[in-house]
């Protein structure tokens, strides 16, 4: 699975980004479960927002009603809109995948390399 992720930049303070992830599993047929995370310096990485293979969507606290995941119909490629950004987004931000059953607790096997969100005050 490769995964590569765009749309980072700087925003202000209550702005909006969309971030992308290409996703190339090497089949139409196996949909992964799918994630993003976010981790700033100094800090834990934590899950922000996943996406089953089937739809459903779970977010993280601190993301509800701002932010959005989905996926195009094809499953190659995955969204994170980003509404009302604050500075306690900025963070690099990842996009990840996992094969069979997953949550936002879950150790994800393939990982993107990251782009880079900073919000400013």
């Known amino acids: 699975v490769q995964l590569m992720e765009s749309g980072g930049g700087t925003v202000q303070t209550g702005g909006s980004l969309k971030l992308s992830c290409e996703v190339d599993?090497?089949?139409?047929?196996?949909?992964?479960?799918m994630a993003w995370f976010r981790q700033a310096p100094g800090n834990e990485r934590e899950s922000v927002a996943l996406?089953?293979?089937?739809?459903?969507?779970f977010y993280a606290e601190s993301v509800k009603g701002r932010f959005t995941i989905s996926q195009d119909n094809a499953g190659n490629t995955l969204y994170l809109q980003m509404n009302d950004l604050t500075p306690e987004d900025t963070a690099k931000y990842y996009c990840?995948?996992?094969?069979?059953?997953?949550?936002?607790?879950?150790?994800?096997?393939?990982w993107g390399q990251g782009t880079q969100v900073t919000v400013s005050p």
């Open positions: 599993t090497g089949s139409p047929y196996n949909q992964p479960c």
């Open positions: 996406r089953w293979s089937g739809g459903r969507a």
């Open positions: 990840a995948a996992k094969f069979g059953a997953c949550t936002l607790q879950s150790d994800f096997e393939f």
